[in-house]
Nanobody, 121 residues
Framework: QLQLVESGGGLVQAGGSLRLSCAAS??????MGWFRQAPGKEREFVSA????????FYASSVKGRATISRDNAKNTASLQMNNLKPEDTAVYYC????????????????WGQGTQVTVSS
């Protein structure tokens, strides 16, 4: 059965760190990434990593604070976020697809259920 399962969300104080993980099953994907959606806002791209070359992509809002990695043997992708800010509060979704470098949600065919990240000030 094809699915993406996220883990690692939670409550953290501003300046703290979190590591989000996404485990894929059922098939492999050319690209895996993370999007987030805050209340009342549209879903936005956070980061992505390609399977073959390991090329990484970041939104400007998290660049320098986030590191995405991928373990092809385990079919997982992880997002380490440091120096978290209250504006990082959102539901974070793991996504997978075939368009390398895409930052557009509808170009990702598969989605996890989401994990809540709350950053307190």
């Amino acid at each position: 059965q094809l699915q993406l399962v996220e883990s690692g969300g939670g409550l953290v104080q501003a300046g703290g760190s979190l590591r989000l993980s996404c485990a894929a099953s059922g098939r492999t994907f050319r690209i895996m990434g993370w999007f987030r959606q805050a209340p009342g806002k549209e879903r936005e791209f956070v980061s992505a990593v390609s399977r073959s070359s390991g090329t990484t992509f970041y939104a400007s809002s998290v660049k320098g604070r986030a590191t995405i990695s991928r373990d092809n043997a385990k079919n997982t992708a992880s997002l380490q976020m440091n120096n978290l800010k209250p504006e990082d509060t959102a539901v974070y979704y793991c996504a997978a697809g075939a368009v390398i470098g895409s930052r557009v949600a509808n170009e990702y065919a598969y989605w996890g259920q989401g994990t809540q990240v709350t950053v307190s000030s």
